[in-house]
């Protein structure tokens, strides 16, 4: 991809006038989460308030119509989003992901329109994963030229986002062998979306089937997978990331409203109210720091991605192959700092609030589910050790992926 040209920017937005405007707009989404996790109710409505109120081209430079923001204030709001609902937040995880990817395409009549479709609202959904056991290497799902368009056929997993979705980004193999990310309009003929997601966490993200069966796809949806955006995995993983940490924050602040509401404590404790025992603010404590290491984490690592957008955008070759290994380096250690805080907080927090804690009225539970899910994409295991062979013996972290690069299944 030629680094001429793009509509990427340097980033423009004010950290707390983003906060001021997207803050009440996240309170909105938190309101009734309780109640949907128990009736696993699909969240559409504050899908459409994020929309709606612009969450859609936080990236996008304010001269085209956006917000300006640079990737860390962006995974930093999806942190945020995370806290107040960790399945509305994954929802975007694609979204965001194709935005990014039209940001550093070369600047054309086309990209422009795709621009202006996220300025109107319209929203992406995922479809790169192969169902069936299928991988990257070995891509079933199919496009055949017809005429003056082209058909896409196979069959999709984890296709998150796509019941919410306007587009679906699909990847397929063309006749020629070569992957492929087409983008097809979800409501059209050929295209069947099932919810059969069965994990047991992050019910609500639409993560289930898409069966595409000569679905027409224009020439100009078309986008060899080779020319995505370099740090397209690490952007995908960051997204995951940022979600961890928030659920690492909603677990210190269900933890600290759990405590307090505490009526009685133990024969054995240091206090006679709970929240008053120094051994449960202890605890509280505990939680408070892992959710301030998976924020930081996730702050300093999002920043590096700034780096390799910034080395893109001004064209410096060198420097992105620089930047691009400091960012892998970086996500890869804030996976695994972030992973291990959200895990313990989800668990941990228990210790503070006996049985009370365990009742499905509070569905605390839900924060462990939803973190655990999130943690298994990419495990962490194969970070440790990429990590490790890079420091031991110099070892390019990033060498072992091939298409798709990051992107999780």
Same mark, same amino acid.
């Given at each position: 991809?030629?680094?001429?040209?793009?509509?990427?920017?340097?980033?423009?937005?004010?950290?707390?006038?983003?906060?001021?405007?997207?803050?009440?707009?996240?309170?909105?989404?938190?309101?009734?989460?309780?109640?949907?996790?128990?009736?696993?109710?699909?969240?559409?409505?504050?899908?459409?308030?994020?929309?709606?109120?612009g969450f859609s081209t936080?990236?996008?430079?304010?001269?085209?119509?956006?917000?300006?923001?640079?990737?860390?204030?962006?995974?930093?709001?999806?942190?945020? &989003?995370?806290?107040?609902?960790?399945?509305?937040?994954?929802?975007?995880?694609?979204?965001?992901?194709?935005?990014?990817?039209?940001?550093?395409?070369?600047?054309?009549?086309?990209?422009?329109?795709?621009?202006?479709?996220?300025?109107?609202?319209?929203?992406?959904?995922?479809?790169?994963?192969?169902?069936?056991?299928?991988?990257?290497?070995?891509?079933?799902?199919?496009?055949?030229?017809?005429?003056?368009?082209?058909?896409?056929?196979?069959?999709?997993?984890?296709?998150?986002?796509?019941?919410?979705?306007?587009?679906?980004?699909?990847?397929?193999?063309d006749e020629d062998g070569?992957?492929?990310?087409?983008?097809?309009?979800?409501?059209?003929?050929?295209?069947?979306?099932?919810?059969?997601?069965?994990?047991?966490?992050?019910?609500?993200?639409?993560?289930?089937?898409?069966?595409?069966?000569?679905?027409?796809?224009?020439?100009?949806?078309?986008?060899?997978?080779?020319?995505?955006?370099?740090?397209?995995?690490?952007?995908?993983?960051?997204?995951?990331?940022? @979600?961890?940490?928030?659920?690492?924050?909603?677990?210190?602040?269900?933890?600290?409203?759990?405590?307090?509401?505490?009526?009685?404590?133990?024969?054995?404790?240091?206090?006679?109210?709970?929240?008053?025992?120094?051994?449960?603010?202890?605890?509280?404590?505990?939680?408070?720091?892992?959710?301030?290491?998976?924020?930081?984490? &996730?702050?300093?690592?999002?920043?590096? &991605?700034?780096? @390799?957008?910034?080395?893109?955008?001004?064209?410096?070759?060198?420097?992105?192959?620089?930047?691009?290994?400091?960012?892998?380096?970086?996500?890869?250690?804030?996976?695994?700092? @972030?992973?291990?805080?959200?895990?313990?907080?989800?668990?941990?927090?228990?210790?503070?609030?006996?049985s009370s804690g365990v009742?499905?009225?509070?569905?605390?539970?839900?924060?462990?589910?939803?973190?655990?899910?999130?943690?298994?994409?990419?495990?962490?295991?194969?970070?440790?050790?990429?990590?490790?062979?890079?420091?031991?013996?110099?070892?390019?972290?990033?060498?072992?992926?091939?298409?798709?690069?990051?992107?999780?299944?």
């Amino acid at each position: 991809m030629s680094d001429a040209g793009s509509s990427l920017r340097s980033a423009t937005a004010d950290t707390a006038e983003l906060q001021q405007l997207f803050r009440p707009v996240f309170a909105a989404v938190a309101e009734g989460n309780l109640e949907r996790e128990k009736g696993r109710v699909f969240p559409y409505e504050q899908v459409r308030l994020l929309v709606d109120a612009g969450f859609s081209t936080l990236r996008v430079p304010r001269e085209l119509g956006g917000h300006g923001a640079s990737l860390r204030q962006t995974f930093l709001l999806l942190r945020e &989003l995370g806290a107040a609902d960790p399945n509305v937040a994954h929802v975007w995880r694609n979204h965001l992901a194709f935005v990014e990817d039209r940001l550093n395409a070369p600047r054309s009549a086309e990209t422009d329109r795709w621009i202006r479709r996220f300025q109107d609202g319209e929203f992406v959904g995922g479809g790169w994963t192969e169902a069936n056991n299928g991988t990257y290497a070995n891509i079933q799902t199919r496009l055949v030229r017809k005429d003056d368009h082209w058909l896409v056929s196979g069959a999709k997993y984890y296709a998150t986002g796509s019941l919410y979705a306007d587009w679906l980004d699909v990847l397929a193999v063309d006749e020629d062998g070569a992957p492929t990310t087409a983008l097809v309009k979800r409501d059209q003929p050929g295209v069947t979306l099932t919810d059969d997601w069965r994990g047991f966490g992050q019910k609500t993200t639409a993560s289930g089937s898409a069966t595409y069966a000569d679905a027409r796809v224009a020439p100009e949806h078309l986008f060899p997978a080779a020319e995505r955006f370099t740090y397209q995995g690490l952007f995908y993983q960051t997204s995951l990331l940022a @979600i961890l940490a928030g659920i690492t924050q909603a677990t210190l602040r269900d933890g600290i409203a759990a405590l307090k509401a505490r009526k009685r404590n133990y024969g054995h404790a240091l206090a006679e109210t709970a929240a008053q025992d120094p051994q449960l603010l202890q605890v509280i404590g505990k939680v408070s720091a892992l959710a301030f290491g998976a924020e930081s984490a &996730l702050a300093a690592s999002a920043a590096t &991605l700034d780096d @390799i957008a910034d080395a893109h955008r001004a064209g410096d070759t060198e420097g992105k192959k620089a930047a691009a290994l400091a960012g892998t380096v970086a996500t890869n250690r804030a996976q695994l700092v @972030i992973i291990d805080a959200a895990l313990q907080a989800t668990t941990l927090v228990f210790d503070a609030l006996g049985s009370s804690g365990v009742s499905e009225d509070l569905l605390l539970d839900r924060h462990w589910r939803n973190a655990r899910t999130l943690a298994s994409h990419n495990p962490r295991v194969y970070k440790e050790r990429m990590i490790g062979d890079w420091h031991v013996n110099d070892a390019d972290p990033a060498l072992v992926y091939k298409i798709g690069a990051g992107q999780s299944e």
